[in-house]
T-cell receptor
Framework: KQEVTQIPAALSVPEGENLVLNCSFTDSAIYNLQWFRQDPGKGLTSLLLIQSSQREQTSGRLNASLDKSSGRSTLYIAASQPGDSATYLCAVKEYGNKLVFGAGTILRVKS | DAGITQSPRYKITETGRQVTLMCHQTWSHSYMFWYRQDLGHGLRLIYYSAAADITDKGEVPDGYVVSRSKTENFPLTLESATRSQTSVYFC???????????????FGPGTRLTVT
């Protein structure tokens, strides 16, 4: 059974710092990995999707990498801002389009 | 408006009552999903559907029933609600078939359900 772990569970940083969120998964037979953002009381917003054949994807200040063989992904956020405060979730896609989620990292960026 | 919508957004019900949560998407995506989100468990898949009239169980299907008579709608029914089903429920959809790697899953705003 696929298990997805996110470290750290919570992170508090001052504005302007570069930071890394980690995601690991136990079964490397994935189709893609997706990073989401969730604001309190809201739904999930897709940030980046990395296909299983790709190594990284970038969108603005966000960069996500994928090492499928070792079962790891990282989300790098450059020059963090208070507006980046949210919960970040990673999810791996299995056969049947099913997503298996990690528990998330709660990020707080202090101004 | 285009997108994926859920109704109601908030619901309080009593133990033993039947409750139906609605999900509607305007993209004609083939796949639709129901997840529940609980503290300490993250998001877990309840049921999913690959197309109209095709549904399958996810990780936590017990106590739930789904149907999909039309591509755009995927209702979730709690036949006899229990307190353990108090949760936030998210509906999602994607255009890709299971073999495609490049299609994202899009999520609705969620329904917060409280069973008293």
């Amino acid at each position: 059974k696929q298990e997805v772990t996110q470290i750290p569970a919570a992170l508090s940083v001052p504005e302007g710092e570069n930071l890394v969120l980690n995601c690991s998964f136990t079964d490397s037979a994935i189709y893609n990995l997706q990073w989401f953002r969730q604001d309190p009381g809201k739904g999930l917003t897709s940030l980046l999707l990395i296909q299983s054949s790709q190594r990284e994807q970038t969108s603005g200040r966000l960069n996500a990498s994928l090492d499928k063989s070792s079962g790891r992904s990282t989300l790098y956020i450059a020059a963090s801002q208070p507006g980046d405060s949210a919960t970040y979730l990673c999810a791996v896609k299995e056969y049947g389009n099913k997503l298996v989620f990690g528990a998330g990292t709660i990020l707080r960026v202090k101004s | 408006d285009a997108g994926i919508t859920q109704s109601p957004r908030y619901k309080i019900t009593e133990t033993g009552r039947q409750v139906t949560l609605m999900c509607h998407q305007t993209w004609s995506h083939s796949y639709m999903f129901w997840y529940r989100q609980d503290l300490g468990h993250g998001l877990r898949l309840i049921y999913y559907s690959a197309a109209a009239d095709i549904t399958d169980k996810g990780e936590v299907p017990d106590g739930y029933v789904v149907s999909r008579s039309k591509t755009e709608n995927f209702p979730l029914t709690l036949e006899s609600a229990t307190r353990s089903q108090t949760s936030v429920y998210f509906c999602a959809s994607t255009a890709g078939t299971s073999g495609f790697n490049s299609y994202e899953q899009y999520f609705g705003p969620g329904t917060r359900l409280t069973v008293t």
